[in-house]
């Protein structure tokens, strides 16, 4: 048996025994997080197709996905291939730094559709204009509204443009007296 500090040959390489074992601890890690990536591969894919999303939108959520998970993976395979978590550490700051650029405009559109849906400055039913756009407004989520134009078209607006334009809201077409047939989405 081989005493731990000792070395052993492997195809004319010396490599110190903690080193391998090192090594084989990290192709593990990183074997796994390859089979993560492939298993959320194949659970979002089917998700989507579940809900009719675009072919091309499914390809590209599940490959930011798998690239992320191999990405964080190789990051713990040098981290305990090398003895030094501070790679890892790397690793994941760079992911997190990463996501937080990508999804910076998502998380402001959530956080204004919930102040949006808190404070009640826009109603369904109301007519709204917003950053050039007028309509009625049908539906208020977490991250936009949906308005149907004058013409009948329907617009959607995320709601950080409810706190970064200048926004007017009147009455919804039903109280402003007569039909309001000029500003009510025709059907």
Sequence with gaps: MLPAASASRMAGLQVPLGGLINLIKGAAVFAAFCLAA??????????????SVHPDAVHLVVRVISGVLVGLGAFMFASIALGNAIYGLTGVLVAVFSASLG???LFKNYVSG??????RNVRVGELV???????????????????????GALIVVPNS?????????????????GDGA???PSP
């Excluded at 706190?163 to 919804?172: D, E, I, S």
């Design 38 to 51: 492939w298993l959320l591969w194949r659970l979002v894919t089917a998700a989507l197709a579940r809900r």
């Design 161 to 177: 443009e409810f706190f970064t334009k200048t926004l007017t809201v009147a009455p919804a077409p039903q109280q402003l007296g």
């Design 103 to 105: 999804l910076q405009d």
């Design 129 to 151: 204009e917003v950053g050039g756009y007028r309509g009625v407004v049908s539906e208020i989520r977490m991250r936009v509204t949906y308005m149907r134009g004058t013409d």
């Design 182 to 184: 000029a500003d009510r």
């Design 114 to 119: 919930f102040y949006v849906l808190l404070e």
